[in-house]
């Protein structure tokens, strides 16, 4: 695609200040009050779906909302109050909060990209994709849980007294990081990896009462919080139990600063840097090991590759890769928004994505 930058006529992504200085209970109250109809109507059409798939559906829902938020207790702080402050700040049931805030790490698909400009900075951008095999409209061609996502997108600035720590892309009620920049230090995107030895062995494992494995949104959460540089938030997020394997695509702030963690749950089992692999100026992950093809019916990552050749790295700019990122099937129907980050101005471009038809479901 070639002109697709900036895009027109699209709602804009609203943003909200999350106040680190307030106590973990009080940080989500205006969000949690704005977009509670939002995050509501998500679950409804994830309710409606599960109802129509079985029988049992109902009671996991009983499940869900009498049960589910007794997993919040064995959550370690801050997470833990801000939470049950979200969860009293929207009305939403605590167990519906705690499931919508796990459910991200076991099913999310996605495009990110770091590219290096000639000059060597880095730009980092991505595609995240949900709501795969939940509810095709087949008379609209979109998935349900899809359309529920977009109006639930807003943009995060946390902030410590009154200045910026980073900002970040969120569906609203959600606590952890999957897309975000830190001026001067690093940018982060996170994508799922699909592994035998995935996240719902993990997630059991700390049910049965196995807590020496983190949370994917609580260890990028604290890593955008906490780490000072590149190489200390790139040794977090390689060495770190995890409850879930995962891809977590890392940019820097100079020139050859930029790599992709392939994660095991219990550490890295490959790191690519860029400059390495055939890829001097570009990396770029989808949903599958890098050193492996991608499955047949989905791999958004060679035409995603062909189109960076395209574009050349003269060319490198936001537009350039909002253009990459705009071309089918990398976007496709799953798609909910495209992220635009650069470090050294600690900019984040957020737009809402839409694909026409016709339009691969994914």
């Not at 900019?347 to 994505?353: A, C, D, G, R």
Request: aromatic residues 12%.
């Amino acid at each position: 695609m070639h002109g697709t930058y900036p895009p027109q006529g699209r709602p804009k992504v609203p943003t909200y200040v999350i106040n680190l200085d307030l106590p973990p209970l009080q940080r989500w109250d205006q969000l949690g009050k704005d977009r509670a109809v939002q995050i509501s109507n998500l679950f409804k059409t994830f309710k409606s779906l599960l109802l129509d798939v079985t029988e049992l559906s109902q009671y996991l829902i009983d499940f869900v909302d009498g049960h589910m938020g007794n997993l919040v207790e064995t959550f370690p702080m801050p997470f833990k109050d801000e939470l049950k402050g979200l969860s009293r700040a929207s009305g939403l049931n605590i167990g519906e909060v705690v499931l919508y805030n796990i459910f991200y790490e076991v099913f999310t698909v996605c495009t990110s990209i770091i590219a290096q400009s000639e000059n060597g900075t880095l730009y980092h951008a991505r595609n995240l994709d949900f709501g795969l095999f939940m509810g095709w409209d087949p008379q609209n061609h979109t998935w349900q849980v899809t359309e529920a996502l977009r109006p639930a997108i807003v943009n995060l600035d946390w902030q410590k007294n009154g200045k910026t720590v980073f900002k970040s892309v969120n569906y609203a009620g959600y606590i952890g990081i999957l897309t975000a920049v830190k001026k001067d230090t690093f940018t982060l995107t996170m994508n799922e990896r699909f592994n035998a030895d995935g996240g719902y062995i993990g997630i059991l494992k700390w049910l049965l009462g196995d807590r020496t494995g983190n949370w994917m949104s609580f260890l990028t959460r604290r890593t955008m919080e906490e780490a000072t540089s590149y190489k200390q938030a790139k040794d977090w997020l390689s060495t770190s139990p995890m409850l879930a394997p995962a891809y977590f695509i890392l940019g820097g702030i100079k020139a050859g600063e930029a790599s992709i963690i392939t994660r095991s749950r219990a550490s890295a089992v490959d790191v690519w840097n860029i400059g390495t692999r055939n890829s001097t100026w570009f990396i770029l992950e989808t949903n599958y090991d890098n050193w492996k093809e991608p499955l047949f019916l989905d791999d958004r990552r060679t035409p995603a590759i062909k189109c960076m050749k395209e574009m050349g790295q003269k060319k490198v700019s936001f537009a350039t890769l909002f253009d990459v990122l705009s071309s089918k099937p990398v976007l496709n129907k799953l798609t909910t928004y495209t992220a635009l980050l650069q470090v050294n101005s600690g900019e984040m471009e957020t737009y809402l994505q839409y694909c026409p038809d016709p339009c691969l479901p994914w």
